[in-house]
Nanobody, 128 residues
Framework: RVQLTESGGGSVQAGGGLRLSCAAS????????MGWFRQVPGKAREVVAR????????YYADSVKGRFTISRDTVDYTVTLQMDSLKLEDTAMYFC?????????????????????WGHGTQVTVSS
């Protein structure tokens, strides 16, 4: 089993930045893809970014391209989401997700159902 622990959420003014981290523990050896999703009340969870734990590109939602950067540490299965130029609409609960035995280049990796493990979430609030 895999456990995911997020950290780094908080409140920031529009235009500012925040850094989220997610540490995986447990049976991490078979994790091949990790990502970040976000959700606001009343809406479906949406993918923000994802990255393979080995070599491979990162994938971003159009809404965050050029502002967010996802990175990985292949030794301890940690992924970081650097969020810059934050906008009011980035306010959400952010969730870390992980998938074993499949890579992020799968067409299905945009879907929350494709991921097997989830963190409890960390709140990001952007104010004007």
């Amino acid at each position: 089993r895999v456990q995911l622990t997020e950290s780094g959420g908080g409140s920031v003014q529009a235009g500012g930045g925040l850094r989220l981290s997610c540490a995986a523990s447990g049976l991490t050896l078979r994790i091949n893809c990790m990502g970040w999703f976000r959700q606001v009340p009343g809406k479906a969870r949406e993918v923000v970014a994802r990255i393979s734990t080995g070599d491979g590109p990162a994938y971003y939602a159009d809404s965050v391209k050029g502002r967010f950067t996802i990175s990985r540490d292949t030794v301890d299965y940690t992924v970081t989401l650097q969020m810059d130029s934050l906008k009011l609409e980035d306010t959400a609960m952010y969730f870390c997700a992980a998938r074993q035995n499949a890579y992020c280049d799968s067409l299905y990796s945009r879907n929350e159902d494709w991921f097997q493990y989830w963190g409890h979430g960390t709140q990001v609030t952007v104010s004007s």
